[in-house]
């Protein structure tokens, strides 16, 4: 188990290395929520290290706009960009579910539930689907009386219920569980996964994921300071994004990280 120290320790000075240059050489790249973060910094390195074509969805166009702007900034060679998926994109190489909130007070979304847990949509992918959780699911304890044992999407969605500060950890078990479930109707009848996928966590990154907490100026302050001390850069923690399109098929269904090795996951 890794102290809190040697946590901060790697994500200064211990990052997984960037995959070499041509990895993604001619794929097409899909990811979620790529107006800021991770998911941005995870776009520049794609197109850095060969996509053909980069995907990003955001929820406005001109957040949208400011990220394309920013990747082409970044960018060694700029190569594509588009907005729609279904007029001129054939196949998908790896489908990246990034887009998350740590949500600091209960609202329902258009599907009426609790809007940290609707964000993630089933994406198609030809070869890996990675969906971005969070270690922290580890820490929820299910047990009878500490979680609802059924209507688990009903009871979430009650104001009562909120755990502030806590929500986001039950958001990422659920989506764990069903990343795991979607990992199982990947495989084929022979065995084999037409689509690779895994749960994948970057570790503690600084981005603008806390945003909803900062709620005055001391609080920004505090929080900005944790972050710059402690945490590990975008561009470090996209890495790890990446390096989950490489997993190989027999690692389908494993939670993917460069922090914890699967021995210390599974206790
Ligand atoms: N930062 C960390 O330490 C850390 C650790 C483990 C896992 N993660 C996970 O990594 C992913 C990316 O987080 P980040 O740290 O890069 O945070 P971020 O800087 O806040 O970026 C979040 C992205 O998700 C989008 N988004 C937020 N709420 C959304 C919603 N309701 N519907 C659709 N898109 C939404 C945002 O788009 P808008 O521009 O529209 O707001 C933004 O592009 C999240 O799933 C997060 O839980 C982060």
């Not at 599907?111 to 030809?126: R, T």
């Not at 600084?206 to 100026?217: A, C, P, Q, V």
């Not at 027999?250 to 990280?257: C, D, I, L, S, V």
Request: with cysteine.
């Amino acid at each position: 188990m890794l102290t809190f120290p040697k946590v901060v320790y790697k994500n200064k000075f211990g990052l997984p290395d960037l995959a070499p240059l041509g990895t993604f050489k001619g794929q097409t790249i899909l990811i979620t929520g790529a107006t800021g973060g991770l998911g941005l910094a995870a776009a520049a390195h794609f197109i850095n290290l060969g996509a053909a074509t980069v995907i990003i969805t955001g929820r406005t166009a001109a957040r949208g706009q400011t990220a394309k702007a920013e990747i082409e900034r970044q960018r060694l060679d700029w190569h594509n960009w588009q907005r729609c998926v279904k007029k001129e994109v054939k196949s998908i190489d790896y489908v990246l579910l990034n887009a998350g909130m740590f949500p600091a007070s209960l609202r329902l979304g258009k599907e009426e539930f609790e809007e940290s847990i609707e964000i993630k949509e089933a994406g198609k992918g030809s070869a890996h689907l990675s969906v971005v959780t969070s270690g922290l699911h580890r820490g929820i304890d299910i047990s009878p009386g500490k979680f609802p044992q059924q209507d688990i999407l009903t009871y979430w969605n009650k104001a009562e219920n909120f755990n502030k500060g806590t929500m986001y950890a039950i958001n990422k078990l659920l989506v764990q569980y069903c990343v795991r479930e979607i990992a199982k109707l990947a495989v084929s009848p022979d065995g084999t996964p037409q689509v690779i996928v895994n749960p994948m966590c970057p570790g503690m990154v600084k981005s603008d994921l806390g945003r909803e907490y900062k709620t005055n100026f001391l609080i920004s302050a505090g929080v900005d300071a944790f972050m710059n001390l402690a945490m590990k850069s975008t561009e470090g923690g996209a890495r790890t994004l990446l390096l989950a399109a490489l997993t190989t098929k027999a690692e389908n269904g494993k939670h993917f990280t460069n922090y914890q090795s699967d021995e210390d996951y599974l206790k």
